[in-house]
């Protein structure tokens, strides 16, 4: 009589399916998470740089605050660039245009200074009124995603962004929560989208480098096994 052979215990082996959805979704957290701080990061910089020109008001100390009486500023800031920065690719992906312009880590940097520089522009240079610096900082925008990003998709999802975040701050300046001097647009300054749009685009970049990095390691996994 045959011996009947047995298998030995041991840990099973996942399916395709299940290990390519569970890669896929530790991808998009890391994803998140790193847009995050890249988020909270860029809000600190700026913020102080509105601080010290005093296009926002909060409590005297500047140092206090960042990290104390506004500490809702950087989370709420890194959450929406990592909203951002996570909508722009599934966008593009749903909509089947892969976004391949200038898709390079350092045209991703270049975008950044760029921004920076918008928003302090906004902060640091002096115009005669508020409609030609609200003009340029829109050129200036505009020429961001021109330069960096040209997508129908980016620059519709910029001006949505734009749209839905300067009507968070009308309600967070209505509300007292902070000020801003010599506003001339519904409790805020009238640039303010130019700033949020320019921001947009370029978590948005950020976020589709990202993507298309996660897209190359996995490929070269797949080509491995």
Request: proline share 5%; net charge positive.
């Amino acid at each position: 009589m045959a011996e009947e052979e047995t298998e030995s215990p041991g840990p099973k082996k996942r399916g395709p399916y299940i290990s390519s959805v569970t890669s896929r979704s530790v991808n998009l957290m890391i994803r998140g998470v790193v847009l995050f701080f890249i988020g909270v990061f860029l809000a600190l910089v700026l913020n102080l740089l509105q601080i010290q020109r005093n296009v926002t008001l909060f409590p005297p100390d500047v140092i206090a605050s960042i990290f104390s009486s506004a500490w809702w500023v950087p989370p709420c800031c890194g959450t929406a660039s990592a909203v951002i920065g996570l909508l722009y690719p599934c966008i593009d992906r749903h909509l089947g245009e892969p976004h391949k312009f200038k898709r390079e880590w350092s045209s991703v940097m270049r975008c950044v200074a760029v921004f920076v520089g918008i928003n302090h522009a906004s902060a640091k240079v002096d115009f005669d009124n508020n409609i030609q610096l609200s003009l340029t900082l829109a050129a200036l925008s505009i020429g961001l995603w021109w330069t960096f990003d040209r997508s129908r998709s980016g620059f519709g999802l910029g001006v949505g962004i734009a749209f839905l975040a300067t009507l968070v701050t009308q309600l967070l300046v209505y509300n007292g929560v902070y000020q801003y001097t010599s506003p001339d647009f519904l409790y805020v300054r009238s640039w303010l989208p130019c700033i949020f749009f320019a921001g947009g685009i370029t978590m948005g970049n950020i976020g589709r480098q990202l993507a298309m990095y996660e897209c190359k390691v996995t490929a070269e996994k797949s080509h491995q096994e």
